[in-house]
């Protein structure tokens, strides 16, 4: 049986955790969180993006208007919906600062993966850094401008 601190789902600002294999509350819980949306200009190239360049899959493909895909990471850890809404604004993303908001992803070599996501069109916001405990640290923003977190920790936080 999967326990509660295995189907948290955090982002925003730093909540990006969802339990692995978490498809329903469990006995002990009454409420999870289950994704965050974006509202973005062309949800399908970016979704196509984060398949491609971060390892992820996507879980539902809708069609339009509003072309919503629902991606999560290849384990199924953690899910995130893109979609087009003309009806309401489309954030200015390139223009939030990351500190704002930003979508945070471990990794196991941050310069790899850093100087592969270049490669793939993210631009950087922040070099790497590394702080006082030893996690390491970048900020990058995919090609259409979403803060993206990349750490290479001493410790997993789950």
């Known amino acids: 049986m999967l326990n509660a601190r295995t189907c948290i789902l955090s982002i925003l600002p730093a909540l990006l955790l969802l339990g692995t294999g978490c498809q329903s509350l469990s006995p002990q819980q009454d409420i999870r969180l289950e994704h965050i949306a974006f ?3 062309d949800p399908a190239a970016l979704a196509d993006w984060y398949v491609t360049h971060l390892d992820m899959v996507i879980t539902v493909k809708g069609d339009a208007p509003g072309y919503t895909r629902y991606v999560a990471d290849a384990g199924k850890n953690m899910i995130l919906e893109f979609y087009h809404n003309t009806d309401v604004m489309i954030p200015d993303y390139p223009s939030i600062d990351w500190h704002v908001f930003h979508i945070a ?16 069109g993210a631009t950087p916001d922040t070099d790497i850094t590394t702080s006082d405990n030893g996690d390491r640290m970048t900020m990058l923003r995919d090609p259409w401008g979403l803060p993206l977190q990349f750490f290479q920790r001493v410790e997993p936080k789950l």
Do not use: P, S, T
């Open 39 to 41: 509202n973005v200009e």
């Open 105 to 120: 992803f471990a990794v196991q070599d941050i310069e790899v993966v850093r100087e592969r996501l270049i490669k793939a």
